[in-house]
């Protein structure tokens, strides 16, 4: 089992940064890639982003490009989301995800563990 703790979330103004945190424990050596995703209120869960454990390869959704940036630390078994000029529609509930083996990163389906979820929330 892997256990992932998401942290960093919170109330920022529009134009703002956040730097969210994923932490897994347990298994981590089974990991094989971590995914941020995200779901506002009445919506659909949506893909954010998504990095291999051995950060070579990274994907992110058209709607964050340019101003998230996703980075791992192996050695903290952590992976990070950078947001930067962050908008009102960026507001969600944010999730790390983990995957046990090659598949689509930007699936929901992939992935084999969840967090709980931090909260981001951009006032206008």
């Known amino acids: 089992q892997v256990q992932l703790v998401e942290s960093g979330g919170g109330l920022v103004q529009a134009g703002g940064s956040l730097r969210l945190s994923c932490v897994a424990s347990?298994?981590?050596?089974?990991?094989?890639?971590v995914g941020w995703f995200r779901q506002a209120p009445g919506k659909d869960r949506e893909f954010v982003a998504a990095i291999n454990w051995s950060g070579i390869s990274a994907n992110y959704a058209d709607s964050v490009k340019g101003r998230f940036t996703i980075s791992r630390d192996n050695a903290k078994n952590t992976v990070y989301l950078q947001m930067n000029s962050l908008k009102p529609e960026d507001t969600a509930l944010y999730s790390c995800a983990a995957r046990r083996r090659y598949s689509d990163a930007l699936s929901p389906a992939s992935y084999d563990y969840w967090g709980q979820g931090t909260q981001v929330t951009v006032s206008s």
């Open positions: 347990g298994r981590t050596f089974s990991i094989y890639g």
